[in-house]
């Protein structure tokens, strides 16, 4: 840009210029994400909208059928024992897969933030099996769990033979509704393979978070006599609660939507001990062709998701406008 | 640098969409309905896989202008492929023929939709009205028309056990459910496990149950439950679910860790003594732990079902709205001979469909089974689609693995009347 | 924060503690898939292996060799074209905004989090009606499509980072859109499309929901094929472990390569970064 003078015709014709060519660009700027859009709309919105229409409908064979049937595959689903069955294993699962991958995730963050040797390669044991598929980790485990061939052949030495993903055991097993509530004991099972995989995750973000705090902070804390405990619960805590937030709803729309870990690993089990929404949708629409039942499923499955997703998606709208 | 970069994006672009167009060409090829004859089964397994291809090489030789694709959809015993079926009938894209289990999967899955062609004129052609057993033909058959070719036949109600355990109990093979509780409590006081049972997938439960029933019903009272005419609270019912819930105080404690041949691996192997499971059983038991019939296992028909034989029958048909009728019959009138189930079935380890095939090209379990195939009486089961429709066989599924656990039989009674309310 | 020197014992011991707890699938699936079938016993599950045999390795690729071929030919173009349409959105949406933008983005975003059972039934209709069920381009097509809130996610994000000025400036000189795009957002983004198509790559080899449902037989990738052979014991456990390690192998080469990508991926998959 010269600061030379230029006669009013000349700059006329170039603002003219320049507004036709930033109105060409923002055309040519939605036609780049017109596609993305496009899809989107359809593949997503569309989509659910249309499993939403079968699942009022009476689509519950081989051949379609679209008769309005109301509300009936979700009352009969709230009546179903195996969907309540799965409503508990998927609570359960949920909750105990979160706390064990926070609790490990900063116990491990917080011990490789030590300013330890080797630093690199304990973060790559404990990341690696982020980068393996649902499908092997179940695959193995489900043998390293099996009660009569792995990890129980060097437990029986110490005397507990747990059954692991194959006990039909609920504790403490309250009657409610058809099932028993309570905690089985072979979903513990399914979270230790799970937790396993996905730890990795809530270390790496916790240790990003640590490091992100800088070391005068606690210099500070130090100089007015706090103790490593106090500095901890008073300050790194509450400055490592937001990525806290973010690892919960991670884990939970994962914990919500779980399928190929549980399918590989164990599949509904007996009494439908480990069974959740995921495999149920999969096997009652795509085994027994209760499509409109599976439609049912998927929505709620959805349902359960937005709780923890859209709040989340919002505020993190709002936190950056 | 930048100009590199570009360079590299687009290349690596343009070789995708060159994957893509490749990947195009040879789903076309396979997917293809033009004139080619796509023999649509799940056999992909060891021995029926063989048998298959031995049966497409006798129909090349007999007619070569035909071009025939072996469309196997391996996986989940044939849940994947019935998947694939369910989806490409929808989409009025049928294969030119296909492997469905005579009976409800058949008769109240494609034939009441509408799907299928009769082949009242191929049977009175090829003279099959009296080359198959009665009572099979009705299991293809509705409303008076016939409407696909079975190819083989497996016994679901067969025991198998371990000859040596029993030898070294002085034990006898058990008959009747008496004789079965006397036998089970002997073992089980050796601490010899004396039913195995793999209840993974479920059916393999439903199938013990059917044959349960069989047993205590009878044939006549069992079938009358897939038409309603005898209700799932009668007494013989409940008795029969006693007997059952009994039956299950014997079984090894991981079955729901175990397939079906990871249970008869117990019995192969001397740690269970006795397993009850369809005649597919054999294959795996020779085949792939290379034990010897009569030698190291023996079978008896499940308690109380001598003179019965649940049927498991795959059969083939003539979908609607296909271009190559003609060859599909070619086909079907090869799969119904004498020489093409003679060509099948000793590969795949299973018993010809037609009462006049040569028995010498079976082993012994084999030609014993054509024997009682041609006097006994033929039932329908459950387990495996034949009974009752899709759905109710996974309602019934679902009921049964909860009883498993459960053992409440008030509450399977209640839950297997409420998959018989949607049998037609 | 450093803890008290006579901690430092106990810290190491508790990490290699986990490390090896972390280890021990590693070492069930590298013991048991290197011993001769012989020696697949119950009793002998734990042991080391008296000889390495690599059979179980042969028998495992014969098996899973042709749908491996198919998981290559799946990811590579879906990886590719979803980070390009990832790339272009992200540019549009933080350097071309407009009105509503944000709530777009949004609303894309959220194809993200959604169970893909709740799109699966009429995803299966659509593919029959355009005759893309069970085939490749089928399912990347499918992975391409719900592959584009994640990619837009980290490249909104990545270029957010680019300063307006510089958009500006350029903008001043006469550069257009796609010269914009061209010779300022891709040369910096090189290291973003190195963690997108890190990201994309893991994931799309890893899925199975969408390979299971779309595809079947012989256009199966190889996850799905890994978990046909598992879950009987007439495949022997060996083979099992050598098939789980071979189907694992491209994502955990990647991993070790370019572990610090995928990592940062990671972070940035997590909405914020």
């Given at each position: ?7 009013a015709?000349?700059?006329?014709i170039?603002?003219?210029?320049k507004?036709t ?9 939605f ?5 993305s ?18 699942s009022?409908?009476?689509?519950n ?11 009936k595959?979700?009352?009969s689903?709230f ?6 069955a799965?409503l508990r294993?998927?609570?359960v699962?949920?909750i105990?897969?979160?706390?064990l ?9 917080v011990?490789l933030?030590q300013?330890i ?11 690696f099996?982020m980068?393996?598929s ?6 193995v485990w489900?043998?390293?769990?099996n ?20 006990s ?5 097993g ?21 937790v396993w995989q996905?730890?990795?995750f809530?270390?790496a973000?916790?240790?990003a ?14 100089m007015?006599g706090?103790t ?15 990525i806290?937030i973010s690892?919960?709803i991670?884990m ?9 870990l549980?399918y590989?690993?164990t599949g509904p089990?007996a ?5 959740v ?7 009652t629409?795509?085994?027994g062709?209760?499509?409109?039942s ?15 997703i859209?709040p ?7 936190g950056?406008? | ?5 570009f360079?590299?994006l ?6 995708s969409l ?17 004139t080619?004859?796509?023999?649509f089964s ?7 896989e063989d048998?298959?291809?031995a049966l497409i090489k ?5 007619h070569?202008?035909?071009k ?5 959809v391996?996986?989940?015993a044939?849940?994947?492929a ?5 989806s ?17 999967e058949l008769?109240d899955g494609w ?6 062609k009769p082949l ?9 009205n ?9 299991l293809v ?8 070719v079975?190819v083989?036949?497996?016994?679901g ?9 029993f ?6 093979a058990?008959?009747t ?8 409590d ?5 601490g010899?496990t ?6 993974k ?12 029933l069989l047993?205590t019903?009878?044939?006549?009272d069992?079938?009358k439950?897939?038409?309603?005419e005898v ?5 013989k019912v409940k008795?029969?679910?006693?007997t ?9 404690k991981?079955h ?7 249970a008869?691996q117990?019995?192969?192997k001397?740690e ?5 499971m ?22 008896v028909?499940?308690?109380g079902?001598?003179?019965?034989f ?25 799969l119904?001979?004498v020489e093409g189930q003679d ?6 380890g ?8 040569d028995?010498s ?5 084999g030609?014993l ?6 006097k ?5 089961s459950?387990a ?16 049964v693995n909860?009883?498993v656990t459960?053992q409440n039989e ?5 839950a297997?009347k ?7 | 924060?450093?803890?008290?020197s006579?901690?430092?014992p106990?810290?190491y ?6 490390g ?12 048991t898939?290197?011993?001769?079938i ?12 008296s ?9 495992a690729?014969?098996?899973l ?24 959105n ?10 509503g ?5 949004t609303?894309?975003?959220?194809g ?9 039934i ?7 009606t355009i005759?893309?069920y069970n085939?490749i381009p ?7 499509v ?11 994000n990545?270029?957010?980072?680019v300063p307006?000025?510089m958009?500006?400036?350029a ?18 983004s090189i290291s973003g499309?190195?963690v997108?198509g ?10 199975f929901l969408?390979a ?18 598992s879950?009987?014991?007439?495949v ?6 050598a ?5 694992a ?24 970064g």
């Amino acid at each position: 840009m010269e600061p030379k003078v230029k006669s009013a015709m000349q700059m006329k014709i170039q603002v003219r210029k320049k507004k036709t060519i930033v109105a060409k660009d923002r055309l040519f700027s939605f036609l780049f994400i017109l596609p993305s859009i496009l899809a989107i709309a359809i593949f997503v919105y569309g989509f659910i909208g249309w499993t939403g229409y079968v699942s009022l409908s009476n689509w519950n064979s081989q051949i379609p059928d679209f008769s309005f049937a109301g509300l009936k595959n979700y009352v009969s689903l709230f009546h179903d024992f195996r969907f309540q069955a799965d409503l508990r294993n998927t609570a359960v699962f949920m909750i105990l897969f979160i706390v064990l991958v926070l609790g490990m995730g900063l116990m491990i963050a917080v011990f490789l933030d030590q300013k330890i040797k080797f630093e690199n390669l304990f973060r790559n044991i404990f990341f690696f099996p982020m980068a393996l598929s649902f499908i092997v980790t179940g695959v193995v485990w489900q043998w390293i769990l099996n009660p009569s061939t792995g990890v129980n052949l060097l437990m029986k030495k110490v005397g507990i033979e747990p059954m692991w993903y194959t006990s039909v055991k609920v504790i403490p097993g309250v009657e409610w509704g058809k099932i028993q509530v309570g905690i089985p004991i072979a979903v513990i099972a399914v979270v230790i393979a799970a937790v396993w995989q996905m730890t990795g995750f809530s270390v790496a973000m916790y240790l990003a978070g640590l490091r992100a705090i800088p070391d005068e902070v606690r210099e500070a804390a130090r100089m007015d006599g706090a103790t490593e405990f106090q500095i901890f619960r008073k300050i790194i805590f509450p400055l490592l609660l937001p990525i806290t937030i973010s690892v919960i709803i991670i884990m939970a729309h994962i914990s919500l939507k779980i399928f190929d870990l549980i399918y590989a690993m164990t599949g509904p089990g007996a009494n439908f001990v480990t069974d959740v929404p995921g495999v149920y949708m999969f096997e009652t629409t795509f085994r027994g062709n209760y499509y409109a039942s599976g439609a049912a499923i998927a929505i709620i499955m959805l349902l359960s998701v937005a709780i923890f997703i859209v709040p989340y998606l919002l505020s993190n709208r709002k936190g950056e406008s | 640098m930048k100009k590199k970069w570009f360079a590299f994006l687009s290349f690596m672009l343009a070789l995708s969409l060159l994957l893509v167009g490749c990947n195009s060409d040879r789903a076309s090829k396979s997917g293809g309905n033009g004139t080619r004859l796509d023999i649509f089964s799940w056999w992909t397994g060891a021995g029926e896989e063989d048998g298959l291809k031995a049966l497409i090489k006798l129909f090349k030789e007999k007619h070569p202008e035909v071009k025939v694709e072996n469309a196997a959809v391996a996986g989940g015993a044939g849940t994947n492929a019935k998947a694939v079926l369910a989806s490409r009938m929808q989409g009025n894209d049928p294969p030119a023929t296909f492997q469905v289990h005579g009976g409800a999967e058949l008769n109240d899955g494609w034939v009441a939709a509408g799907k299928m062609k009769p082949l009242n004129e191929l049977y009175k052609e090829e003279g099959w009205n009296d080359k198959f057993p009665k009572e099979l033909i009705d299991l293809v058959s509705k409303d008076g028309n016939i409407y696909s070719v079975p190819v083989n036949i497996h016994r679901g109600n067969v025991l198998w056990y371990n000859k040596r355990i029993f030898k070294d109990n002085g034990l006898k093979a058990p008959k009747t459910f008496a004789e079965f509780f006397k036998v089970a409590d002997q073992l089980k006081a050796k601490g010899i496990t004396p039913l195995a049972l793999g209840d993974k997938e479920p059916w393999t439960a439903t199938q013990l149950f059917e044959d349960v029933l069989l047993g205590t019903l009878g044939p006549d009272d069992y079938k009358k439950l897939w038409t309603k005419e005898v209700s799932f609270d009668d007494p013989k019912v409940k008795e029969a679910v006693k007997t059952f819930k009994k039956m299950l105080g014997y079984i090894n404690k991981d079955h729901s860790s175990r397939n079906w041949q990871d249970a008869s691996q117990l019995v192969g192997k001397g740690e269970a003594a006795m397993n009850i499971m369809g005649d597919w059983a054999k294959g795996y038991f020779v085949n792939d732990l290379k034990l010897k019939v009569n030698k190291d296992f023996g079978w008896v028909t499940t308690p109380g079902t001598q003179h019965s034989f649940m049927v498991i029958t795959d059969t083939f048909g003539l979908p609607k709205g296909i271009k190559n009728e003609d060859d599909v019959m070619k086909f079907l009138s090869l799969l119904g001979s004498v020489e093409g189930q003679d060509t099948f079935n000793p590969l795949k380890g299973s018993i010809p469909a037609r009462i006049d095939a040569d028995p010498s090209k079976y082993d012994a379990y084999g030609r014993l089974t054509m024997k009682e195939f041609k006097k006994a009486r033929i039932t329908p089961s459950l387990a495996h689609g034949s009974a009752a429709p899709e759905g109710v066989v996974t309602k019934v599924n679902n009921a049964v693995n909860i009883f498993v656990t459960q053992q409440n039989e008030a509450q399977f009674i209640d839950a297997l009347k409420t998959a018989a309310s949607e049998l037609k | 924060m450093v803890l008290k020197s006579v901690y430092r014992p106990i810290l190491y011991l508790l990490l290699i503690m986990l490390g090896l707890i972390f280890l021990m699938p590693v070492y069930v699936i590298l013991t048991t898939s290197l011993k001769p079938i012989d020696q697949i016993t119950l009793s002998q599950m734990w042991q080391l292996p008296s000889l390495i045999d690599f059979s179980s390795y042969q028998m495992a690729f014969s098996k899973l060799a042709p749908n491996f071929i198919n998981s290559l030919y799946l990811v590579i173009p879906a990886t590719l074209l979803s980070a390009l349409l990832g790339s272009l959105n992200g540019y549009v949406l933080s350097k071309w905004k407009f009105k509503g933008s944000d709530w777009l983005f949004t609303a894309i975003l959220f194809g993200m989090f959604i169970p893909y059972q709740s799109i699966l039934i009429p995803l299966i209709q659509f593919l029959r009606t355009i005759h893309l069920y069970n085939t490749i381009p089928g399912l990347i097509l499918v992975h391409v499509v719900y592959g584009i809130p994640v990619t837009t996610l980290m490249f909104r994000n990545f270029y957010s980072s680019v300063p307006y000025e510089m958009i500006e400036s350029a903008k001043i000189d006469g550069a257009g859109i796609f010269k914009i795009y061209r010779h300022i957002l891709i040369p910096l983004s090189i290291s973003g499309f190195v963690v997108v198509g890190i990201w994309q790559f893991t994931n799309i080899w890893n899925e199975f929901l969408f390979a299971v449902t779309i595809t079947t037989s012989d256009q199966q990738p190889v996850m799905v094929a890994l978990q046909n052979l598992s879950g009987s014991q007439i495949v022997q456990w060996n083979v099992q472990m050598a098939g789980a390690l071979l189907a694992a192998l491209p994502t955990l080469l990647v991993y070790i390569v370019l572990g610090k990508f995928f990592v940062k991926g990671l972070l940035a998959g997590s909405v914020k970064g």
